[in-house]
């Protein structure tokens, strides 16, 4: 059964950084990144192929944020830096697309991690 549990999200002053981390249990996949709005939609932020490490990132968040993936720990993280009022949501991570790696239409979701940042 596959799982994935993140942790690392919290409040953080604009031009802040932070670090959110994705545990993942039961197999290893391709992952994304996603982030939800209060009253949006889910949108992409970032993704890695597991086996390749090339990486793809929102336009919203490139040069500011860098995804990664550890294979020994199965963990995938995302180092957000220069954190801006509008990055404030919860984000979620993904593994396995279903399509391209930029839609919502992943096969397994963690519960997601709450980051605000104050102006």
């Known amino acids: 059964q596959v799982q994935l549990v993140e942790s690392g999200g919290g409040l953080v002053q604009a031009g802040g950084s932070l670090t959110l981390s994705c545990a993942i249990s039961?197999?290893?996949?391709?992952m994304g990144w996603f982030r939800q709005a209060p009253g949006k939609e889910r949108e992409f932020v970032a993704f890695?192929?597991?086996?390749?490490?090339?990486?793809y990132y929102a336009d919203s968040v490139k040069g500011r944020s860098t995804i990664s993936r550890d294979n020994t720990k199965k963990m995938v993280y995302l180092q957000m830096l220069s954190l801006k009022p509008e990055d404030t949501a919860v984000y979620f991570c993904?593994?396995?697309?279903?399509?391209?790696?930029?839609?919502?239409?992943?096969?397994?979701w963690g519960q997601g991690t709450q980051v605000t940042v104050s102006s």
């Open positions: 993904a593994a396995g697309p279903r399509g391209v790696y930029y839609r919502p239409t992943y096969y397994y």
């Open positions: 039961g197999g290893t996949f391709n």
């Open positions: 890695i192929n597991w086996s390749a490490g090339s990486t």
